[in-house]
Nanobody
Framework: QVQLVESGGGLVQAGGSLRLSCVGTRRTALTSSMAWFRQAPGKEREFVASSTWNSGAKVTSDSVKGRFTISSDDSKNAVYLQMTNLKPEDTGLYLC??????????????WGTGTQVTVSS
């Protein structure tokens, strides 16, 4: 059983920054990658960024590239999302996921319950 716990969300003004954290209880052969997705009310879940443990590969979606940075800490089985220059369109529930990887939700078996990010103008 893998559990993921997110933290770090909050309410910020446009142009501000937040750092999200996701800590997993343990890593398995089914969790080679961890990722961040976000979902706004009435919209589909959107890929944000991912990190693969063995290769160290990092992928960031075009919509946040240059503003968001994903990082990981192998000793803590954790991934982080440093978000800068936040915009109102970044508002949403940010969800941590673990699984085989990719940019689609189906690539991830385990999900956290999310942390809310709200950006005001």
């Amino acid at each position: 059983q893998v559990q993921l716990v997110e933290s770090g969300g909050g309410l910020v003004q446009a142009g501000g920054s937040l750092r999200l954290s996701c800590v997993g209880t343990r890593r398995t052969a089914l969790t080679s990658s961890m990722a961040w997705f976000r979902q706004a009310p009435g919209k589909e879940r959107e890929f944000v960024a991912s990190s693969t443990w063995n290769s160290g590969a990092k992928v960031t979606s075009d919509s946040v590239k240059g503003r968001f940075t994903i990082s990981s800490d192998d000793s803590k089985n954790a991934v982080y999302l440093q978000m800068t220059n936040l915009k109102p369109e970044d508002t949403g529930l940010y969800l941590c996921a673990a699984g085989f990887g990719g940019a689609l939700p189906d690539g991830y078996r385990f999900w956290g319950t999310g942390t809310q990010v709200t950006v005001s103008s």
